[in-house]
């Protein structure tokens, strides 16, 4: 599978081994695809690889540099895109077999833009049914293996597969979306960094909605550098996304190295810590403590508003009659073709009212008005991404029970940072006993991406946690 190295490469170090002519685009590109052929039968992070389009794109990328046209940071990187993002003359399923023949006719907004930056498709992710659940267990078809563990350990989700693909270094970068965790879960549970821009950042045209009001993409990383350079790239308004238009986009890289010290960074009150894995608080404990030793003043918040989401329901019939209403006509054509879990999840949704949908709406404003003024005196909030890490898929899946106890661990604080329309970044802060990731969730003021990533980048650049790579023997050899 050619120089074991490439693989687990930033997408920094691959720019600079670019223009030293170390190697190339067309040559990573190759590496990359059989690297994608050997492992991902196992893996299983891919549902289309774009063979043809990665290799085209590859070495016209390639042809630019010979020429002296650079077109910046991303020139000549590949990555992959979940199966959400619409890719001009491939299907966007969602997820399921009954989308298989849903063709894009475009590429989205997205994937169009990482290729003017100079980026190069290797293929669509697998992801949960219409993006409908952060465990990542898709049954329709197949789940992904998180690369840490032989034995199958549920990859987060729904950004399942681009979480596997990165953290098996089938892919420098991914796509994925986030409506209530589902970039920041699979990041924590896969040992990624993992974005979620605050809505209207990046344009959501042309990607399979589950909730218009909350729904946003995000990239998911090896660096704090690479998810935010990918950013960079993505973000900015769109005619074609009203929530884009009025925002303007901003540089985050000129602030992304300028550390800590002064900071007032607080750990989020005790609801996000409540029934959290011994190994996890205290990983988060730490890292806390990394950034006040960095010059950091670091303090603890309460923040009401949280406790306020997480217990109103209808603050939940937003997301779920939303998905309702995006799928209905699959529900009434195809309702037994569905994943059951999720069409538990829509059918929760069907018994929720108008009303109550309204009321989530109505209410959205006033809580989010308040959680900025909480946060007024206070540069970042950090707190665990997840509350376990990562399960067997077995002991997780094994009824609909238990998928459903799982929620609380694996979204409880990730969901509330949508709702109050936060940007928040995930990145590996440690990993258990068992040598499973643990998650550090950075939380920033509304529209101050730059802050959660000057910090989550602070304590990166002084831990080695993102230098661990999964032991892939097993997969190899399936």
Known sequence: MGDPGIPYRSVAELGRAYRTDETGPLAVTRLLLERIEA???????????????????????????????????????????????????????????VLAE????????????????????????????????????????????????????IPGGSSSGSAVAVAAGLAPVALGTDTGGSVRTPAALCGLVGLKPTTGRISRHGVYPLSWTLDTPGPLARTVEDAALVYQALQGPDPCDDATLGVAAQNVLPELDRGVKGLRIAFGDAAFFEDADAQVAAAVREAGAVLEALGAQLGSIDMPEVRQVLGDPDFRAVIL?????????????????????????????????????????????????????????????????TKQPARPVAEVDANLESYRAAYPAYMGNTMPINWLNLPGVSLPCGFTEEGLPIGLQVIAKPFEEQMALRVARAYERETDWNARRPALGWAATA
């Open 39 to 97: 492992l991902d039968p196992r893996l299983h992070a891919f549902i289309a690889v774009t063979r043809d389009r990665a290799l085209a794109e590859a070495d016209a990328a390639e042809a630019l540099l010979r020429a002296g046209s650079d077109l910046g940071p991303l020139h000549g990187i590949p990555y992959a895109a979940k199966d959400l993002y619409d890719v001009q003359g491939l299907p966007t399923t969602a997820g399921t077999h």
């Open 102 to 153: 849903n063709i894009a006719a475009a590429d989205c907004t997205a994937v169009a833009r990482a290729r003017a930056a100079g980026m190069v498709l290797l293929g669509k992710t697998h992801t949960v049914q219409f993006a409908l659940g952060i465990i990542g267990v898709n049954r329709d078809q197949g789940t992904p293996h998180n690369p840490w563990h032989e034995t199958p350990h």
């Open 321 to 385: 009659g939303e998905a309702v209403a995006v799928n209905r006509e699959l529900l009434a054509n195809h309702r037994e073709a569905l994943d059951p879990v999720v069409r538990d999840l829509l059918e929760r949704g069907e018994g929720m009212s108008a009303a109550m949908h309204a009321g989530g709406l109505r209410k959205l404003p006033a809580v989010r008005a308040s959680v900025a003024d909480t946060l007024r005196d206070v540069d970042a909030v950090i707190v665990p991404t």
